[in-house]
Structures are given as structure tokens and as C-alpha cells.
């Protein structure tokens, strides 16, 4: 199984870190917080990504180009140029870099990635700026067992964000940001059938807006509840806030 994951927004609100690059690019214990993403998901098996790319694009693909080397001891022979790579990081991945255009948005992404998830009937699909201690394994087990097109990992969280109406395990409805109240709320973690891909119209969808609001209406969309850690990393408030754990020791998040 493949693991989609957006990595092209400006990240407006995290501009201390995102003016010279992309947000998937900001540094946790001194990693990109795509790194962490991507080592949540392989520990658990998913080792194929296909990383949708839009601003500052580049600095992604530098960072993988340049992976080995910069995550690993080297000797140098400057009189050939030949490198040897010592012992060290060296994930047995493989990571698909795809330019899905600077002003395209999530849903429109996802649309532009479906040559690459090729025969596959099912995919994961999450952001590049959240975290969680989420067990994949049962995620997947999960939507294998419902039958449906769509599911969305669901979380605690504060009103700021968009929140999810349950009826038992169906999601029945999708509110973008309330006013007032907590709920259970997009964690960013999806599992979906490639069917689901014919919800997206073109590039200026949203993937959190008319998709996923018509899966639920259509009973395609199945929440699963995960009642662990969970952050995204919006604000330079959250940021530092993930580094802390990092430094701490105790990083809910590094189930690796």
C-alpha cells in the first residue's frame, strides 16, 4: 500500500518557518516533520510514498537527492570523488516526488496523483504537518472491514477545528470549523479506495469540503476514532511545542 501525502501548501500561518521552505520541511529534533510522518507509517509496514508537492517543491527533492549523505557518516576521496557511505540511516523506502502545481489545491492534488497509485484499490492519504502515536495497522484493518470508500481518523480536539458527526461509526456529517463546542475532528490520517478519487472535480477542490462532506452524505465515509496523542503543526506555538517533546525524550509520537 501507498501513503499520499500533501506536502505543497504555502503554510501561511507557520510563516517564521515557511517563508524559505515548506512546511513538511520544518524541523522536529532536528528532522522534518515529513520524516516523522513518513516513520509513523513504515514502522507499521507502509514503505511507498508519493509525496505531492506545490511550494518550494524543490527543497523537498534536494532533501531526498541529498538523504544519504546528509543522514549518514561519509569518506571522501577528493582525489576521485568516490563516497563511502558508513552505517547509518538508511530506510529501505521508496519516495515518490511529484509536482502537483504551486496553486493547486489538497483535493486537486490527490486527483493529480491517481497514474501513480496505479492498479492499487486502496491508498493512505495524510498532511505534512501532523503527528500521532496512531496504530496504521488497526487503521487498515478497519476500513478492510466496513466495505466502504473512505475512512477518516477522528480525534480530540479544541472547536478551532473542523468537527465530524458520528452515527455509531459512520460519518454522517462533516462541519468545516464551528463556533463554539468540542467534538471529535479530522486527525488527517485517511484510508481510501481509488473510487473515492472520482469525488475531486479538479484542481481548485478542497479536499476537506465537497469530498469528504459527500462521502459522509453518501454513507461512504467511516470514522475511526483514535483516542491517543495527536497534534498538527499550524503555528510556530505548536511547533515548538512538538519540539519540546521531541527533546524531552518522551515524543508520544515516536512509535519507531
Known amino acids: 500500500m501507498k501513503a499520499v501525502i500533501l506536502a505543497g501548501g504555502l503554510g501561511t500561518r507557520l510563516s517564521e518557518e515557511t517563508t524559505l521552505k515548506p512546511k513538511p520541511m520544518v524541523e522536529i529534533g532536528g528532522k522534518p516533520i515529513l520524516w516523522h510522518i513518513m516513520q509513523i507509517h513504515a514502522v507499521h509496514g507502509v514503505t511507498e510514498f508519493v509525496v505531492a508537492l506545490g511550494y518550494k517543491g524543490e527543497i523537498v527533492k534536494e532533501y531526498f537527492l541529498n538523504f544519504v ?17 558508513h552505517d547509518g540511516i538508511q530506510p529501505k523506502w521508496t519516495v515518490h516526488l511529484v509536482d502537483t502545481g504551486a496553486g493547486t489545491q489538497t483535493g486537486g492534488r490527490v ?24 496504530n496504521i495497522t488497526k487503521l487498515v484493518e478497519f476500513h478492510r472491514s466496513h466495505g466502504k470508500l473512505a475512512t477518516m481518523t477522528s480525534v480530540r480536539s ?20 464551528p463556533e463554539a463546542g468540542e467534538g471529535w475532528i479530522n486527525g488527517g490520517f485517511f484510508v481510501l479506495n481509488t473510487k473515492a478519487l472520482d469525488y475531486i472535480s479538479g484542481d481548485d477542490t478542497i479536499w476537506e469540503r465537497d469530498p469528504v462532506e459527500q462521502l459522509a452524505h453518501d454513507g461512504q465515509m467511516m470514522g475511526f476514532k483514535h483516542y491517543g496523542f495527536w497534534s498538527c503543526m499550524d503555528t510556530l506555538k505548536e511547533k515548538n511545542y512538538l519540539e519540546e517533546l521531541w527533546q524531552s525524550g518522551k515524543a508520544p509520537w515516536k512509535i519507531w
Do not use: Q
Not at 549518514?72 to 563516497?83: F, M, Q, R, V
Open 69 to 85: 549523505a546528509i543522514n549518514n557518516d561519509l569518506s571522501i576521496d577528493l582525489s576521485t570523488g568516490k563516497a563511502t557511505i
Open 111 to 134: 486527483r493529480r496523483l491517481r497514474k501513480w497509485l496505479g492498479n492499487d484499490e486502496m491508498f493512505m492519504l495524510t498532511y505534512g504537518d501532523g503527528v500521532a502515536d496512531l
Open 158 to 177: 479544541p472547536a478551532r477545528f473542523g468537527r465530524i458527526g458520528f452515527d455509531g461509526d459512520s460519518v454522517r456529517e462533516f462541519f468545516e470549523k
